[in-house]
């Protein structure tokens, strides 16, 4: 292969490098959920109990027989390799991980303000490296 060509080919191998692309995204939405869900108890703990033991929750929903907190904690991990073709944009190849955790936490009141139930959901391990 002359000097030419293996120009040729460095600059055709060095348009591709430029077209490609890569993409890392790690995102946590709202907090963490603190406190210990073991100290709420139905029919006993209260909304000021909730809210000492969690802080605010991510959403409140007002229903017909007492309200709802809602805490929610969403982690996501992303990554994406892209490569293209340099002139008419093809994409040729694509590699996406994508990983997504969350803890949901759901407390229902009475209209007394009075625990009636809750459900508890924690997923939020650690999630793998990208």
């Not at 929750?57 to 073709?85: C, E, K, M, W």
């Amino acid at each position: 292969m002359g000097s030419t060509q293996a120009a040729a080919v460095a600059a055709v191998c060095g348009a591709w490098l430029l077209a490609s692309g890569c993409t890392i995204a790690r995102t946590y939405q709202d907090s963490p959920l603190r406190g210990d869900v073991t100290r709420i108890v139905p029919g006993e703990s209260t909304r000021t109990d909730v809210l000492r033991e969690f802080g605010p929750p991510t959403h409140i929903f007002h229903q017909t027989n007492g309200d709802a907190f809602v805490y929610s904690y969403n982690r996501l991990n992303y990554s994406s390799f892209r490569l293209r073709d340099p002139i008419t944009g093809t994409n040729w190849f694509t590699l996406t991980r994508r990983f997504e955790t969350r803890d949901r936490l759901l407390v229902i009141f009475d209209f007394q303000g009075v625990v009636r139930d809750i459900a508890w959901a924690h997923h939020t391990q650690e999630l793998p490296p990208l």
